[in-house]
């Protein structure tokens, strides 16, 4: 079945009715109650068809807190049931964790049905944890009639409370969350807040900016305890990537801007900030088993013949940023005249799997914009504040983002060479880090535009929390943002939708005919209580490659 099977109607008709809606429902809402063994909750991720990654992090003793490397190594037992109650487990087993992965615990439920909901938990001690509720993929020769996925990005502690987490964990009809970077931030309290104001609506732990393995493991449990977070983790299972801020802003394959000399060395900064994602992530590294504490985050999952998803890493493998976007006339050792955000490892498995015969949606977790994208004849006091938004923008008057594929314009031109050469169809981009929502198509000849053909097409979603146009310009939502907005869609006629003011989450509706983005936005970031509304949808149809504006969101 599709997700419809996951709403409340479904679950009405099927027998169970009011009384088993309601006790999962209450069920599910215990897990943003933390509890002292279990403090940070539970979460799934990657699902397969038959396994899905289940995770949890203990506190066995008081002294054993996240980074402290203290307190004793503990067996965790495991369920997994097709009900809340846990009157039908159909897989259980136990784990090993201590303080040399910080309490964390990730195993690979295996043996499970595909496309089949099931809740699991945790006990240690007597000590029984949240439920948690995940789904499995559809089989690989299924034919779903709709995928359905909550899509986020950039979520900054300091900058305001996880409200699109809570509207978006309230939703009955996701199959799984897909995560595209910034889950965390490095800066130290003060930093990087609240819009102009730079107040800390909820200042970082540890007290300083991250940098060894103790203070990641702290930062990564600071959010973990989030309420909302941990409500959202609960409800859904999570497929995640990340950018820059993970390990530190900028950041490349040897270095980063806000990595300094006195900070020591980056490659072990990188290692002991990957090392923390893997432990405290429902992921699976180097495509092994989830306990596998490997590095290589970019991989495949298969949602049957409908859609499939590839996630990027752009940081771990690209080249130093370049002071202006011309190509160097130096060739990178990767292959690319003006470097490579992917590596050549990554692209070429990049075009396999779009170019392979398979399912008919080619998704890319993409972590940073692959549209081309000039800023030129922005006005001129905006400019700074766009930079602020969109990030790399070079002091020498050159109007590209050179830390998005704008600055790696090689391997834009291979790939994109590629999916003209070999006929691919239904390529969609889905893309956060800018703080903003868009919708473009992406032309061979951005130059020659609309005359040419399209690549396919990206949805961008906006910022959880991190400051966007308004906040750092302190003007009103949809006052100065608009001529910026008109400027960029005025010289780049492929970007079809702007929005630079607000924060929220999106849904991302995959059919055969179509796949929408609908874009909610969420109110004041300081208000704990604040709701969300819907605000635009944009769709692609099938065999199109471009993008097109649509009156309504799909129905929850």
Request: proline share 6%; hydrophobic share 30%.
């Given at each position: 079945m599709t997700p419809s099977n996951f709403s409340r109607r479904a679950v009405l008709a099927g027998g169970a009715g009011a009384a088993a809606l309601a006790g999962a429902t209450t069920s599910l809402q215990s897990a943003s109650a933390a509890s002292p063994t279990f403090q940070h909750g539970v979460a799934s991720g990657d699902p397969l068809p038959d396994a899905v990654v289940l995770w949890t992090r203990v506190t066995p003793t008081p002294e054993a807190t996240p980074g402290s490397g203290q307190g004793p190594s503990t067996t965790v037992a495991w369920?997994?049931?097709?009900?809340?109650?846990?009157?039908?487990?159909?897989?259980?087993?136990?784990?090993?964790?201590?303080p040399d992965r910080d309490h964390t615990v990730k195993v690979d439920a295996t043996g499970l049905r595909p496309d089949t909901a099931y809740f699991y938990r945790f006990t240690v001690r007597g000590a029984t944890s949240p439920v948690g509720r995940t789904r499995t993929a559809p089989a690989s020769t299924a034919s779903p009639d709709r995928l359905r996925f909550g899509v986020v990005s950039c979520a900054n502690l300091q900058a305001g409370w996880f409200t699109a987490y809570r509207h978006l964990a309230a939703r009955d009809d996701i199959t799984a969350v897909i995560h595209l970077g910034d889950y965390l931030y490095e800066?130290?309290?003060?930093?990087?807040?609240?819009?102009?104001?730079?107040?800390?609506?909820?200042?970082?732990?540890?007290?300083?900016?991250?940098?060894?393995?103790?203070?990641?493991?702290?930062?990564?449990?600071?959010?973990?305890?989030?309420?909302?977070?941990?409500?959202?983790?609960?409800?859904?299972?999570f497929i995640v990537t990340w950018d820059d801020h993970e390990v530190a802003n900028d950041a490349w394959r040897e270095g980063a801007e806000n990595h300094q000399p006195d900070e020591g060395d980056y490659l072990a900064r990188r290692a002991a900030a990957h090392q923390a994602y893997d432990e405290w992530m429902p992921v699976r590294m180097s495509g092994t088993a989830a306990t596998g504490d490997g590095t290589q985050l970019f991989r495949t999952l298969q949602f049957g013949a409908l859609a499939e998803l590839n996630m990027l890493d752009l940081r771990t493998y690209r080249d130093q940023q370049a002071a202006t976007p011309a190509p160097s006339p130096v060739p990178s050792p990767e292959g690319g005249g003006d470097g490579t955000i992917t590596g050549r490892a990554q692209v070429d498995w990049l075009k396999e799997r779009l170019r392979r015969d398979g399912p008919q949606w080619k998704l890319v977790g993409n972590p940073v914009m692959i549209a081309p994208v000039t800023f030129a004849q922005l006005p001129h006091d905006l400019v700074d504040p766009v930079n602020d938004v969109t990030g790399l923008l070079p002091r020498d008057g050159a109007p590209y983002n050179v830390d998005q594929w704008d600055g790696y314009t090689n391997d834009r031109r291979e790939l994109f060479e590629h999916i003209r050469d070999n006929g691919v169809k239904d390529v969609v981009f889905l893309t956060g880090d800018i703080h903003s929502g868009w919708a473009c198509d992406l032309p061979y000849d951005a130059s020659t535009y609309p005359l040419g053909d399209s690549a396919g097409v990206e949805l961008v979603c906006t910022s959880v929390t991190s400051n966007n146009l308004k906040d750092i310009t302190g003007t009103p939502a949809r006052t100065s943002s608009l001529a910026v907005e008109a400027v960029i869609q005025t010289n780049n006629r492929h970007v079809k939708y702007l929005n630079f003011d607000d924060h929220g989450y999106s849904v991302l509706d995959v059919t055969p005919e179509r796949v929408q983005m609908d874009w909610y936005v969420v109110g004041d970031r300081a208000d704990r209580t604040a709701g969300s509304s819907w605000t635009a949808s944009w769709a692609t149809r099938s065999g199109t490659n471009k993008v097109q504006a649509v009156s309504a969101p799909v129905g929850a």
């Open positions: 369920e997994v049931a097709t009900d809340h109650r846990f009157r039908d487990v159909v897989r259980q087993g136990r784990a090993a964790t201590g800066y130290a309290p003060g930093e990087y807040g609240y819009g102009r104001s730079n107040t800390d609506i909820r200042p970082h732990v540890p007290a300083r900016e991250m940098v060894g393995l103790a203070d990641y493991r702290q930062r990564h449990a600071q959010y973990k305890a989030d309420t909302d977070l941990r409500a959202l983790h609960a409800r859904h299972p």
